[in-house]
């Protein structure tokens, strides 16, 4: 249990910054996900991504992104709670039920052109659209997720020389220009 509020359930997947959790708010009483930092990358510019993260999240407010209800931190672990989405990664739909048919493959490709357009237009880039990060939920609509690595426009973020990203679906300008826009977000969904 964390913070006397937030109980611990299963492990939904392991990312790039930590642990994400199925869990339950025991003072709503309501199913949540739970980010939490591992503790070996609790450092300063790990941290200031998880907390970036948070505050990008809270900023946006549309159905296809999930909302953050509560960050925190208990026993030097910090942590994320947020909307907890029930379904299957559209990397995963992809995979059992290939090809889509065109209207369903349209609907997919509106729900999250309609996500982006609210990211974007509060000024963010989510730099890591793939797949992987797509909740189709069992109303069949597309939910945005994973967050970790997104950016203002015209922020820069870099601190290696390394870029951030799934290469599969980074656009090319994000090898060399690390202040991309909305556009590095329209190539990785193409």
Known sequence: VIDQKYEIEAILGVGGMG?????????LNRPVAIKALRAS??????????????????????????PVYAVGRDEGVYYMVMKFVEGRTLQLVLKQEAPLDVARARKYLTDVCGALTALHGGGLVHRDLKPGNLIV???DRITVM?????????ENT???????????YMAPEMLVDHNVDARADLYALG
């Not at 994973?146 to 015209?154: C, E, M, R, S």
């Not at 870099?158 to 599969?168: E, F, H, I, R, V």
């Open 41 to 66: 990358d609790a450092d300063a510019t790990v941290l200031s991504r998880f907390l970036r993260e948070a505050r990008s999240l809270a900023k946006v407010e549309h159905p296809g992104v999930v």
């Open 146 to 154: 994973d967050l970790g690595i997104v950016k203002a426009v015209g």
């Open 137 to 139: 939920g069992p109303d």
């Open 19 to 27: 642990v994400v959790y199925r869990g339950t708010d025991l003072t």
């Open 158 to 168: 870099q601190t290696t020389s390394t870029a951030l990203g799934t290469p599969k």
